[in-house]
């Protein structure tokens, strides 16, 4: 079978590193030929990708009728390969795929979270939701798409707002990790609290709350460090929080790294504080390299967390019950350790070659 993946870029977050792992496990396996496909630009050094392949492609679709499109590379490599499947990720691939002509190709569409896109808007309240529902419109249109969708959030989104004839086409497919990659039991050091945060710079990530935790940490007399991963629009304001509520000197912002496991492995504690999570890839992350993990409610997470078991979940954005549990972990080696080893055999659950086993059985059958 020979497939082709296709996304933006590969420097963002967790869409962007499960498809690189995805292409990998395809790799491996002889009776299959995989490309990864991305077109806009990549700053990251990219390790053991030879499927790789960038082609500058555009397409942004305009009511007025001035559309952007630049699609000839991108048709050629399609042409040329002649694939089985063209598996698309995030809404400007989304976009750009409906200018191309993709053959005998079966399409599959991954549901990265709940795409606003395709929301149903009947009465556009702004610019943004008439140019929403114009792309939408695009998107729909002789759409027989196959909808892969990675939590019961993003699934039962997909059910409630996609046509009724592509409904028996959508297949929840939780995300995964490489767990042999990740995998760590090595004893933490406890000198201080470190904790770890990794997520764009986008309001829904809720930076501003793991700032509020670590000052409330390092009042009641601890040594709170935090490390930020992630790159964004509202990184420069979370700076300036971080320099407001003077933690200067407690917090790092690392930007977006080719290499996520020394960070994983140099912290003690993962704190998550996303309000709105379509599934929580890092989450899983974070277990598999023996982090405990404190996380904040965003729905598509509690498909991860059996809360007090594997990690905890906390409902409410309450600073003082935040870090109530951080102190609980630091101190309690019991605890922290029994966070670590029921995580270590969550995470395992994900492991990508049991994901890729479902996603090579799903495009069979709908070659078949």
Known sequence: MKIIHIIPTLENGGAERLVQDICLEINRRKEHEVKLITFQKNHLKLHDLSFH?????TYKPSITGFAEIQIKSLQKIINEFSPNIIHSHLWETEMLLTQVDIGNAKR?????????????????????????KYERKIYLNRNENNF?????????YAKNILPKKLKEKIKLIPNAIDYKKLYSNKKKNFDQINLLNIGSFVPKKNQTFALKI??????RGYVGNLIFLGDGPLQKKIKSQASELDLEKNVKFKGNVDNIIPFLNSSNIYLHTANYEPFGLVIVEAMAAGLPVISLDGKGNRDIINNNVNGIIVKDENVDLFVNKIISLFEDQKLYNKFVENGHITAKKYDIKTYVDLLIESYFSAIK
């Not at 392949?53 to 492609?57: A, I, L, Q, R």
């Not at 892969?148 to 039962?156: G, L, R």
């Not at 670590?214 to 009042?219: S, V």
């Open 214 to 219: 670590l000052k409330e940490l390092n009042k």
């Open 148 to 156: 892969i969708c990675i939590s019961n959030d993003t699934y039962n």
């Open 108 to 132: 599959f569409s991954h549901f990265h979270d709940n795409i606003p896109q395709l929301h149903k808007n009947l009465l556009p309240k702004n610019k943004l939701q008439i140019a929403d």
């Open 53 to 57: 392949t960038h082609v500058d492609s």
